[in-house]
């Protein structure tokens, strides 16, 4: 008995992988949950910049931790349980509650300075007016997964235009936190070129037809992406280490945000899940006729 047990579970393990590997449902699912959970963190460390000031600020916090708690048991009901109701109804109400604390964050930041002046000035040195589209994002991922079926090539498009906008707030957020210091050193210029040059690949599938050679192009560009964020990431990290303050937790408040640039392979890996289920979609060579109608 105890042997048939063992060679059961053996079997079970075994196919546990190939059904997961391709499931892009889960893959998205797990994508938000795990951004969902790490933004508790950076939203600790943003608002306690003043405290916590306003009770409001503590809103996204419960938020973000409150939703794994509830994203977890319903992929446990759709993986174990076969309950998909329970998981879809799950992620409609996190997504939608994401989306609206995404938008209302958006306008609480601007409102912080830039409804009074209204100057580049003080959209600059507001609050991080995009950032809080990170909650809209998110919570759009996890409707569409719910919407949209997974092995359609609608799905692998609002895959990619939702990274598309992540990298274009990206591409906002590094340019307006990095001329809070007039760009002091050159190396703050390589966030803000490498976003444009991942929203300038990413536009084109929505622009004409492509094949899987240029998502090859497209999956080097998102490579690329990566390292910048590591690099970022390490580059913020010395900054806060060598602060002025002697308390690191003061420096990494007040300083150079450590997890910032983690955006950039976030998002990355999320354009490579859309390029992966785009490349069923599309033709292995150029399409000639495509190219025709350009000219």
Same mark, same amino acid.
């Given at each position: 008995?105890? #042997?048939?047990?063992?060679?059961?579970?053996?079997?079970?393990?075994?196919?546990?992988?190939? +059904?997961?590997?391709? /499931?892009?449902?889960?893959?998205?699912?797990?994508?938000?949950?795990?951004?969902?959970?790490? @933004?508790?963190?950076?939203?600790?460390?943003?608002?306690?910049?003043?405290?916590? #000031?306003? =009770?409001?600020?503590?809103?996204?916090?419960?938020?973000?931790?409150?939703?794994?708690?509830?994203?977890?048991?319903?992929?446990?009901?759709?993986?174990?349980? +076969? +309950?998909? !109701?329970?998981?879809?109804?799950?992620?409609?109400?996190? *997504?939608?509650?994401?989306?609206?604390?995404?938008?209302?964050?958006?306008?609480?930041?601007?409102?912080?300075?830039?409804?009074?002046?209204?100057?580049? =000035?003080?959209?600059?040195?507001?609050?991080?007016?995009?950032?809080? @589209?990170?909650?809209?994002?998110? #919570?759009?991922? @996890?409707?569409?997964? =719910?919407?949209?079926?997974?092995?359609?090539?609608?799905?692998?498009?609002?895959?990619?235009?939702?990274?598309? !906008? *992540?990298?274009?707030?990206?591409?906002?957020?590094?340019?307006?936190?990095?001329?809070?210091? !007039?760009?002091?050193?050159?190396?703050?210029?390589?966030?803000?070129?490498?976003?444009?040059?991942?929203?300038?690949?990413?536009?084109?599938?929505?622009? +004409?037809?492509?094949?899987?050679?240029?998502?090859?192009?497209?999956?080097?560009?998102?490579?690329?992406q990566i390292v910048v964020g590591v690099l970022g990431f390490v580059l913020h990290g010395?900054? /806060?280490?060598?602060?002025?303050? =002697?308390?690191?937790?003061?420096?990494?408040i007040y300083g150079a945000p450590p997890f910032a640039p983690l955006l950039f392979p976030?998002?990355?890996?999320?354009?490579?899940?859309? @390029?992966?289920?785009?490349?069923?979609?599309?033709?292995? *060579?150029? /399409?000639?006729?495509?190219?025709?109608? /350009?000219?």
């Amino acid at each position: 008995m105890p #042997g048939r047990s063992s060679a059961f579970l053996a079997r079970t393990v075994e196919r546990i992988p190939s +059904r997961w590997r391709t /499931d892009l449902n889960l893959w998205i699912d797990f994508f938000a949950l795990i951004n969902l959970t790490f @933004l508790s963190l950076d939203i600790y460390i943003a608002h306690s910049t003043n405290n916590f #000031g306003n =009770r409001a600020e503590f809103i996204p916090l419960i938020f973000s931790l409150a939703a794994p708690l509830l994203l977890i048991p319903a992929l446990i009901a759709r993986e174990l349980l +076969r +309950r998909t !109701g329970i998981w879809s109804v799950i992620g409609y109400i996190v *997504g939608g509650l994401s989306i609206v604390i995404g938008l209302a964050g958006v306008v609480y930041h601007l409102d912080s300075q830039f409804f009074y002046e209204r100057t580049l =000035r003080s959209l600059t040195y507001a609050a991080p007016f995009a950032a809080p @589209l990170a909650y809209t994002g998110i #919570g759009m991922l @996890l409707v569409m997964n =719910r919407m949209v079926p997974q092995d359609s090539e609608e799905w692998a498009q609002w895959v990619l235009l939702l990274t598309l !906008g *992540g990298f274009f707030g990206n591409f906002v957020l590094s340019l307006t936190d990095h001329a809070t210091n !007039g760009f002091f050193s050159s190396a703050e210029w390589i966030p803000v070129v490498s976003a444009a040059f991942g929203v300038a690949f990413l536009a084109m599938p929505f622009m +004409r037809r492509v094949d899987t050679r240029y998502l090859g192009v497209c999956g080097v560009v998102l490579v690329a992406q990566i390292v910048v964020g590591v690099l970022g990431f390490v580059l913020h990290g010395l900054a /806060d280490v060598h602060g002025p303050s =002697r308390n690191l937790m003061d420096n990494v408040i007040y300083g150079a945000p450590p997890f910032a640039p983690l955006l950039f392979p976030n998002l990355a890996l999320l354009g490579c899940i859309g @390029l992966w289920a785009l490349r069923l979609h599309v033709s292995p *060579g150029p /399409d000639k006729q495509a190219i025709a109608t /350009d000219y």
